[in-house]
């Protein structure tokens, strides 16, 4: 029935289990996805899209190691934004609209295309652990299946129970039970845990709605992509979302079913992610607010289904339903399904180490909600790594860890095992403080040659990495070396409001100015004749007038990265007795002890330990 003994077991098939699974499989490792449903693997249980504010930066990291999220973006978006073009490229982040049925079966597809792993439908109900190592997984059925790592994904469905109003049951997910058992033998083996909640908007019949009275929203005129690979194409078609607003008059009708609401009845006691509130929590919030967007977002290219974004809820369905038909647009609308909450455990992520293997049981990886994370995108990119290094302990390989200059993932999981958190956490680009250098424009430049090392990026992805960046490379070196006549450019500052030159410069001086672009620097004779000579596709072209007029700010973070780095050297010794420096303070000792960093830099980012700490800690250490 089953191997005798698989490299990697993962237990869920999400966004996480399923990055985790192939992963390890691409790796070589003999890997069972284990899932209570295999009708649902990867599916988009909340909103129908990827990307959006720094998370799709992190699908774009993904793409450059050799996942799938990316890819399967690609294959099943109806509609593509680039976020935050107003501002600097930095803040620029991809979001595709999904078409929810094609992106759960195009991970399928891929998932059953791919060597080395087997599928199981049924619920893992504890673990087999002996002598502080995973030795396996118990199933429902009573069956033990042996493994040498373990990779736990179990989204909401740890003792989850769903919330509507007064009334409440157990479930994972609408329609699907919860997984029980896990929970507590972990408890009994020392682990830490918590309980968070999180929410869902109503699904409603497009049919119903009046699109004549709400604000359209188009995607892109000219659509990119996620995926760095040639064969993914942009849309060459998309569909539209809308846009309307709520009122006072559609707030109290809310604030009618206060007395009946989880949140407020104290029957929820978990908290839910801040950053994507519920609509009762927003409006009680704030209260000062006369109306909220909602974003009236397609389920797929064909189905009629439409996701509420903004009207996450868990109100008793009667008043779900009163208050969204006083919408505009909304006035005959049809509910396919009502919203509701959710709560579930989770467990702190101050138990990991940084390549997700718990502290406490050798070859148990955590990844995605069971951490405390709240979305799609750091899901995946939690199983990703987990599922990489799952497969790297097993080919007794050394352990793969992004820094925080490396990768938003890197921040991620450094934000995660260090800090921990109390809230569902969700990645922002502030989060970061070398967002210059982790771009979603380079996200190849940064990882694909690991990837590439790990066994998970093709050679095809690598190459075409090295031929970007040879020619983007090449075209700097142009504009630094290649000089302009006032007659040639002047014409063009003028046209932008820009002081003229009275003598021949450099391009990449001119280029430098704030408000001159590629599109004006291609009006330069010498400019245009070297990209039709290259053939420079739009990917080199905004490559390069980035690394140009952002150069300063990229020297800097580069350098304030490579000060960080040397922090990382002073390496921390596992066993160090933080209570035998006196020097330190109280809290400083009892937050390391807990934590037990890796080295200083890691120390240095810990709630509590002060400049003085780190100062008192790099004088023994170097002793």
Sequence with gaps: MFENEYDVIVVGAGHAGSEAAAAAANMGSKTLLVTMNLQNIAQMSCNPAMGGIAKGQIVREID????????????????FKMLN????????????????????????????????????QEMVRGLIIEGGKIKGVKTSLGLEIKAKTVVLTNGTFLNGLIHIGDKNFGGGRA????????????????FESGRMKTGTPPRVDGRSLDYSKMIIQPGDEHPDKFSYLKAMKPLSEQRACHMTYTSTLVHDLLREGFDRSPMFNGRIQSLGPRYCPSIEDKINRFADKDRHQLFVEPEGWNTCEVYVNGFSTSLPEDVQFKALRSVVGFENVKFFRPGYAIEYDYFPPTQLKHTLETKIVEGLFFAGQINGTTGYEEAASQGLM????????????????????????GVLIDDLITKGTEEPYRMFTSRAEYRTLLRQDNADF????????????????????????????????????TSVKPDEINPVLEAKNSAKVKQQDKMFKIFSRPNISMDDMKQVASVSQFIEEHKLDKDVLEQTEVQIKYAGY?????SNADKLNNLDRVKIPASFEYNSLTNLSLEARQKLSKIRPVNLSQASRISGVSPSDISVMLVYLNR
């Design 64 to 79: 450059a190691l050799g996942g799938y999220s990316g890819i399967v973006t690609d294959k099943s978006a109806i509609q």
């Design 85 to 120: 073009k107003s501002k600097g490229p930095a803040m620029w982040s991809p979001r595709a609209q999904s078409d929810r049925m094609r992106f759960a079966e195009e991970w399928r597809l891929m998932l059953e295309a791919t060597e080395n792993l087997d599928f199981y």
């Design 175 to 190: 329609g699907e039970s919860a997984a029980t058992g896990i929970t507590e033998e972990l408890v009994a083996l020392g």
């Design 386 to 409: 987990a599922g990489i290094n799952a497969a790297l302990k097993v080919q007794e390989r050394d352990e793969f860890i992004l820094k925080r200059n490396e990768a938003y993932i």
């Design 446 to 481: 940064r990882l694909t040659p690991v990837g590439h090392k790990l066994g998970l990026a093709s050679l095809e992805r690598l190459k075409a990495m090295e031929h970007k960046k040879n020619n983007s490379d090449a075209f700097i070196r142009f504009f630094q070396e």
């Design 554 to 558: 990229i020297n800097k973070e580069k």
